[in-house]
């Protein structure tokens, strides 16, 4: 299950993205990609 979590901070807006509910560890780990993916998309939204 992805959770995402919108809030206004100042001029800008944070975003927590929250994913569980992995059968196990290895498929937990699998997916720690995530803070790329969202500072990948930071940096393309701020350009």
């Known amino acids: 299950?992805?959770?995402?979590?919108?809030?206004r901070n100042g001029t800008g807006t944070d975003l927590r993205l929250t994913h569980k509910?992995?059968?196990?560890?290895?498929?937990?780990?699998?997916?720690?990609?995530?803070?790329?993916?969202l500072a990948d998309l930071d940096k393309r939204l701020a350009a």
Do not use: K, N, Q, Y
């Open 1 to 7: 299950m992805v959770t995402i979590e919108l809030a």
């Open 21 to 37: 509910g992995f059968p196990d560890e290895e498929s937990r780990d699998g997916h720690r990609v995530w803070a790329g993916i």
